[in-house]
């Protein structure tokens, strides 16, 4: 098992920043992917951006140039910086992670771009 806990969501204005944290624990693997999606409200959760252990990461075409992903394997933790809010960014910002064991998601964090 791996237990995923995020943190660091807000209300922020527009053009706002707020950086999101992962901490994770538990079976953790060492090959592993982990990400960031996102649900807005009767809609489907989809990628915002993702990361490998090894430091590839790849973005959502929605967050490139707003937004940054990252993560530091001695303190199992991801991030994603999220510059240049919009309120279309609003939605509950979940944690991914997947490896040969299995797939883990966190609990949200709720992220409110609005002024």
């Known amino acids: 098992q791996v237990q995923l806990v995020e943190s660091g969501g807000g209300l922020v204005q527009p053009g706002g920043s707020l950086r999101l944290s992962c901490a994770s624990s538990?079976?953790?693997?060492?090959?592993?992917?982990m990400g960031w999606y996102r649900q807005a409200p009767g809609k489907q959760r989809d990628l915002v951006a993702s990361?490998?252990?090894?430091?590839?990461?790849k973005y959502a075409d929605s967050a490139k140039g707003r937004f940054t992903i990252a993560r530091d394997n001695a303190l199992k933790t991801m991030y994603l910086q999220m510059n240049s809010l919009k309120p279309e960014d609003t939605a509950v910002y979940y944690c991914?992670?997947?490896?040969?064991?299995?797939?883990?998601w966190g609990q949200g964090t709720q992220v409110t771009v609005s002024s």
């Open positions: 990361i490998t252990s090894g430091g590839s990461s």
């Open positions: 991914k992670h997947e490896s040969r064991r299995g797939v883990y």
């Open positions: 538990g079976d953790i693997f060492s090959f592993n992917t």
